[in-house]
C-alpha cells in the first residue's frame, strides 16, 4: 500500500489539508499531485464515490477542492452500479474529467508495432532483393579469356 493511500486511511481528509501545528503550519501529508494521481486511480477503478478505510481503495468525493467538485461527478458518487457510473463519468467528456487518457509512454514503446510490421514487410522482399544483387554482380564480372588477361596486363604496365 502507498504511504499515501496508508495516510488516507488513518487520517481522512485530514491528510489532504495544512496543519496548523504551534501557531506554524505544516504542508499536507499528502501533496495535491499524489492526490490527484490517486483520485484518477478511483476513477479509472471504478471506486470513485466511496472509500473503504480497510483496503484503502477509492476516493471520496468530499475529498475534492471545491473548484474540481462537478455535479457529475455527484450524480456519479450516488449511482450503485458500475456501469452507469462509467456512462456518466466518461460517456460525456464534460466537466472536470475530460478524458482519461492512457500514460504517454516513450516514442520507441508507441512506434513499435509500426516498425515490427515494416520489418516484416522488408523480410518478405529481402530474398528476392539477395537474388537480384548476386545476378547483378555476377554480370558485372569480367568475362574469362585472354583479351581481359591482356587488358589487365596493359593497365599495370607503364607504357
Known sequence: MRSAVR??????????RPQKVNEKWRKPAISRRVAGDLR?????AGTYGKFDAETGAGWDPAWDAPDRRHPLLDAAAAVAD???MDSILLG???GAIQSIRPPKETKRERTRETRAQKIENLLKEADDKIEEYRL???ANKPKPGIEEEFKRAMKGSRY
Not at 8 to 13: I, N, R
Open 7 to 16: 495516510k488516507l486511511c488513518q487520517q481522512g481528509v485530514e491528510a489532504l
Open 40 to 44: 484518477k486511480a478511483a476513477i479509472r
Open 82 to 84: 458500475a456501469e452507469s
Open 92 to 94: 460525456t467528456n464534460k
Open 136 to 138: 547483378e554482380k555476377e
